[in-house]
């Protein structure tokens, strides 16, 4: 360190060339500097100006004025005084429409004003939220009222149109030919400060982020992006658009590093048939459908990150006419592999509807083949009114007999039979049949899976069970098949069914 600052030192206030030369028979360092390093490495722009300067004109700020109704927070609703806050007792307990705002990105396809967004950009911030108007921003500043032509709540995409002619525009690229290394450019707004270029390369493809559904499937990047970002390209160093700029994980709220893009290969088809005025269609198999994990593997004997586990089946729909069943583990869909990258709700969802698709699957260890005639998936509302709320509280007694014998159960669990009553007390139907937990040991795997008192076991390794002597029968079958685990399906309040894989206590 000395020697170093005395030659800054040198350098700095004398002015004099200076050199270094390594003593004869020296070994050079692997990254000292060559004539190869004056070149940028293979495939890298000394500097991504001329990009970014041909790019930015057809990236766009947008931006939304809401009206929100909040409650009447005045402190003096009701007293002599409640006018000092803008009401008197004429609007105590009324509601108060205020606004706000959204700002996101968005980028010009066409000459005529297309603009390619997020959803979320331009959807309500808040539930009872409306959006009044939607701005788009030039990077020249000029404004713009935009119309909002379409929208997907599923892949999060949205068509916006201004009214303008020879705009500068961009293409979609082949998002199938990015790979892992490529560099690509980021054009955005993030945090409202209008365009800003930042670079990366791309960091994984068909990332699952583990939030589920048929776009779960993006291409990741270490570009920073933030909040604003979102509706922005993503470049290759062509200059096509390969990805629209859409989440981030980070613990913070701010860049880490981790970006997240829709793929041009799924967000260009929306795009196209929203600009058509058209809704998306996409495959349905009406299932409820759970990823396999490390204890849901084990207890059935299965390889990891192979197949889905079908967790229920909706009347009616595509999967039961196809004989598909609760606890069936999906392992291929019209001969493709379903695997985390490739999931069983991606393979659905893009196959054509009303085809008829060979679907492969294990069932009590034999695999077997049925032939499924694709649905059409219904809209966001109608599953969610479907699906339904679930009911997460659940009623407590007094009686600590549950909690006690729990500690003796080889799954750390005291279960009793589900009658009617205790039915309605927790929160699930009248007529469902199985065993009602009394009590968590606080140190068995199961209560690490999150079991609490009040859930109903409905099945254990695929047999129903309705006394504690069928759970038992179920692990010592799994112990004498060798395995440390038991798969049991179990209902919390009106949510839907899932499977858990619990280890068995030993001793």
Do not use: C
Not at 209 to 214: I, V
Not at 314 to 339: H, K, L, N, Y
Not at 359 to 364: F, Q
């Amino acid at each position: 360190m000395r020697y170093a600052y005395a030659l800054t030192s040198a350098l700095l206030l004398g002015g004099v060339a200076t050199s270094l030369t390594l003593p004869l028979g020296a070994q050079t360092p692997q990254n000292a500097p060559s004539e190869m390093a004056v070149a940028a490495p293979r495939g890298a722009p000394m500097s991504f100006a001329d990009l970014a300067a041909r790019l930015q004109p057809a990236v766009v700020n947008i931006s939304t004025t809401q009206r929100v109704q909040v409650g009447n927070s005045n402190p003096f609703a009701g007293t002599p005084f409640a006018d000092l806050f803008g009401g008197g007792e004429n609007q105590q307990g009324r509601p108060v429409t205020r606004q706000a705002q959204s700002l996101g990105s968005g980028f010009i396809i066409s000459a005529d004003g297309y603009i390619v967004t997020n959803n979320h950009v331009v959807a309500p911030g808040r539930q009872g939220a409306v959006v009044e108007s939607i701005t788009v921003t030039m990077p020249d500043r000029r404004e713009y009222k935009a119309r909002l032509i379409g929208r997907d709540v599923a892949s999060d995409l949205a068509v916006l149109k201004i009214e303008a002619a020879n705009l500068p525009f961009v293409r979609w690229g082949d998002s199938e030919r990015a790979r892992v290394g490529d560099w690509i450019v980021a054009i955005g707004n993030p945090f409202g400060l209008g365009g800003t270029v930042t670079t990366g390369i791309v960091s994984a493809l068909h990332r699952n982020t583990g939030q589920g559904g048929a776009y779960d499937r993006y291409i990741q990047t270490d570009a920073s992006i933030n909040m604003g970002n979102s509706g922005g390209p993503m470049f290759d160093l062509a200059g096509n658009v390969i990805g629209i700029n859409t989440a981030i994980f980070s613990p913070s709220g701010g860049n880490v590093g981790i970006g997240f893009a829709i793929p041009a290969e799924q967000a260009r088809p929306v795009v196209d048939a929203l600009m058509r005025g058209g809704k998306v269609r996409r495959g349905y198999l009406g299932v409820q459908i759970q990823p396999i994990d490390a204890s849901i593997a084990e207890s059935l004997g299965l390889e990891r990150n192979r197949g889905e586990l079908i967790a229920s089946v909706e009347p009616g729909q595509a999967a039961e006419r196809a004989g598909i069943r609760q606890g069936d583990v999906v392992v291929s869909v019209g001969g493709q592999p379903v695997t985390p990258d490739t999931t069983l709700s991606y393979l659905v969802s893009n196959s054509p509807i009303g085809s008829r698709v060979p679907i492969e699957l294990i069932r009590d260890g034999r695999r077997q083949t049925v032939t499924v005639q694709v649905g059409e998936r219904p809209s966001e509302e109608q599953l969610a009114q479907r699906l339904g709320g679930g009911n997460e509280e659940f009623a407590q007694d007094d009686q600590g007999a549950g909690n006690r014998s729990a500690a003796t159960a080889s799954l750390g669990l005291a279960v009793q039979p589900l009658t009617p009553g205790i039915a309605r007390q927790v929160g699930v139907p009248p007529t469902t049949r199985g065993l009602v937990i009394g009590g968590v040991d606080p140190s068995s795997d199961a209560a690490t899976k999150g079991f609490q008192r009040g859930d109903v076991i409905l099945a254990a390794n695929g047999r129903p069970v309705a006394t504690a002597e069928d759970m038992k029968a179920a692990v010592d079958a799994a112990s004498r098949a060798g395995r440390s685990s038991v798969l049991l399906l179990f209902q919390r309040g009106n949510n839907p069914p899932r499977y858990v894989g619990v280890r068995i206590k030993n001793g």
